[in-house]
Nanobody
């Protein structure tokens, strides 16, 4: 059974930092590109950052370029999102996503339950 879990969210003041983690069991993250999404209240879910296998390439939406950094630790089967200079508009639930074959060869879109990030003074 695939389990993806995000952690590291919380409340932070504007200008602060958080590091989100995405850990998986039953699914080997290193085999596939991984993305972080976010969904703010009343808005659609949007892709924030993505990383290819082997960390060859990372991509970001314009709103977070220069502030967020996505990385992966394949030995730990974990993907991170370092978020600096946070703004109130970054407030959202952040989700980790990967599409591929689970360790028991089930193809799927795999999501975690999300972690809340709140930026306010």
């Amino acid at each position: 059974q695939v389990r993806i879990v995000e952690s590291g969210g919380g409340w932070v003041q504007p200008g602060g930092s958080l590091r989100l983690s995405c850990a998986a069991s039953g699914f080997t993250l290193s085999r596939y590109p991984v993305s972080w999404y976010r969904q703010a209240p009343g808005k659609e879910r949007e892709s924030v950052a993505s990383i290819t296998t082997g960390s060859y390439s990372m991509s970001y939406i314009d709103d977070v370029k220069g502030r967020f950094t996505i990385s992966r630790d394949d030995a730990m089967n974990t993907v991170y999102l370092q978020m600096n200079s946070l703004k109130p508009e970054d407030t959202a639930v952040y989700y980790c996503h990967a599409r591929g074959y689970s360790d028991d060869w089930r193809l799927g879109d795999y999501w975690g339950p999300g972690t809340q990030v709140t930026v306010s003074s």
